[in-house]
């Protein structure tokens, strides 16, 4: 199994002159050396690929013990390419893939095991919370069947923590060279899930803390579980 964080965004939106997950949380540590930190307690990190963009090299420069790959369109396009660029570099692998800007529990990581194992297609959701602006999803028997922001009476939010077997990986790939340049990653599974019949499971990680930070009250939150 590979292992993909997508560090390529501007950030607009929380204001840094830094990439996201350059951020510094009130422990010291930015969002992605917590992110690095946990992921190495269950993974090896040898197998962690980023995708840059935006200010790279303040990036590559902190964390030198990973591999990456370079969008240089960052600021034309959305997470659906910079995470294909990713997945083209891992064919025949699952990979499973983090948000840039994700803040977890290590214990989380625990959840998914089950599944990587088994090699089930997954994505992380936390049934507590369905706010408006968040990617939402509904199920249809037992497997996800809409995902994106705009889904009406959804079960919960996407939390940027999502998997993608071996077998499934094509199908995926081939979606999200489909997407438009502004598509979230989100907009490939829903039409894998729509025109192939991809089965991707919804898996519950609420007990564990997990906050993306796209604003600045995010940041709040997350300090808070630091």
Known sequence: MKIVILAAGIGSRLGNPFPKPLTPLKDGESIMAKQLK????????????TVVGFKKDLIMERFPEVNYVYNPFFDQTNTSKSLLQA???HRGKSVLWFNGDVVFDEK???????DIEKNNSFISVNTLSVADEEVKYTLKDG???????????????????NFIASNDLDTFISQLEKCDA???????LETAIAENNLKVKAIDISKYNCIE????EDLQNANKIV
């Open 143 to 161: 497997f996800v069947n809409e995902l994106s922001k705009e889904v009406k009476n959804g079960l919960g939010e996407a939390v940027g923590i």
């Open 38 to 49: 946990n992921i190495s307690k269950y993974f090896d990190i040898n197998d962690v690929t």
């Open 213 to 216: 930070v796209d604003f600045a």
């Open 182 to 188: 502004n598509d979230y990653f989100e907009k490939g």
């Open 108 to 114: 989380l990581l625990s959840v998914l095991l089950n």
């Open 87 to 89: 997945l083209k570099k």
